[in-house]
C-alpha cells in the first residue's frame, strides 16, 4: 500500500486510515491504483464464476509464473538482440495476459510487437521496461483482490 497525504485523494474515494489524525489525514491506495493499472476485474469474476474460486487461485498462480517466466526470456531475448524472440515472448505474453483480465499488460506486450517489426531496439528497450513494471503491478492488483 502506498500513503498519501491530501484530501484530493478522499474525493477520488480512496479509503481514509483511521488512527492517523495527529498527521492530517492519509490514504492508502494499492500499487495498481498508484501506477494506473488496467485490470478488467469482469474477466476476473467471469473467470472465477466459470471454474470456481480455488480452481481460479490456480489458473492465476500459474498465469503469474508464466508470465514471470516469459518477462524473462524476454530480458534475454532483449539482451541478445533478437527481435524475432522478443516478438514471440512479447506475443504469448500478450496471450497470457488477456486471457487473465490483464489489459495494460496484453496492450503493452502489443506495443512491445510493435517495436520488433520495426527494429528500434532503442524504443524497445524502454516498452520493456514498462511491460516489466505494469507487469508486476498488474499481478499484484490481482493478488491484492484476492486477499
Do not use: P
Not at 484530493?8 to 494499492?30: N, P
Not at 538482440?81 to 496492450?107: E, F, K, P
Request: aromatic share 8%; hydrophobic share 45%.
Amino acid at each position: 500500500m502506498i500513503t498519501l497525504f491530501s484530501d484530493f485523494y478522499a474525493s477520488l474515494g480512496f479509503a481514509r486510515v483511521k488512527g492517523k489524525e495527529e498527521m492530517g489525514q492519509i490514504y492508502q491506495i494499492c500499487a495498481a491504483q498508484a501506477v494506473g493499472v488496467g485490470v478488467d476485474y469482469e474477466v476476473i469474476r467471469n473467470l472465477k464464476t466459470a471454474v470456481g474460486e480455488a480452481e481460479y487461485e490456480e489458473i492465476a498462480e500459474q498465469a503469474a509464473f508464466k508470465l514471470a517466466d516469459r518477462l524473462g526470456r524476454l530480458d534475454r531475448a532483449l539482451r541478445e538482440a533478437d527481435l524475432t524472440m522478443c516478438y514471440r515472448h512479447a506475443l504469448n505474453i500478450c496471450g497470457i495476459a488477456s486471457q487473465i483480465g490483464l489489459v495494460d499488460v496484453a496492450r503493452v506486450s502489443s506495443d512491445v510487437m510493435t517495436c520488433t517489426r520495426e527494429g528500434n531496439m532503442e524504443a524497445l528497450s524502454a516498452v520493456i521496461g514498462r511491460l516489466n513494471r505494469v507487469a508486476e503491478a498488474s499481478l499484484f492488483s490481482v493478488f491484492e483482490l484476492e486477499a
